[in-house]
């Protein structure tokens, strides 16, 4: 159980267009998940917290006019780059947290497959 | 601020054992994690501790002194696919991971 995917996995698109990954959880309902951003030998850097039904909540520093999410379902959130540039090309990941395990001793957070954006 | 610390890259043989530190400073202190990242794929969950000592799991077993900030992974009996990223991370009192950097093992036959 607890599995989450993402859509695509992998994506080359051109500099000025906008790409859509989507993140699902396929066993579990999911109030919260989580984008992160990966540069090539760095951490993972936490973009954003996804809640089903309202606004996301943005780190410092990540334009949230550019990074659009939309988290419409507890199974589904959406993060779509906008007017991408080739800077933004890297390795994005989402995380879910599992709504029945809410309050456990070990919420763990659910990682998605990520993908990786190249943008040319 | 809040920081993790732990080595960028560790080098092992095959069989051997090794030992990945992590130190952190953070806001608050709600448990600790730490997640393999093998290239090009998500990190996957290896072991949690939020009280002080070891927490045993098969070949890993990871250890938390949180007087001292720190933590290590302990890998036993180590084997090639173990070589991967190894990432501490953090909760803070916010109940938000702060992630260290990660440790790159290198496994060598």
Redesign the interface.
Known sequence: GAVVSQHPSWVICKSGTSVKIECRSLDFQATTMFWYRQFPKQSLMLMATSNEGSKATYEQGVEKDKFLINHASLTLSTLTVTSAHPEDSSFYICSARDIEREGDFLPEQYFGPGTRLTVT | GQNIDQPTEMTATEGAIVQINCTYQTSGFN?L?WYQQHA??????LS?N?LDGLEEKGRFSSFLSRSKGYSYLLLKELQMKDSASY?CAVRDSNY??I????TKLIIKP
């Open positions: 448990g994690f090009g794929e998500a990190p996957t969950f949690y939020v990432l938000q991971l992630w260290g950097a990660g």
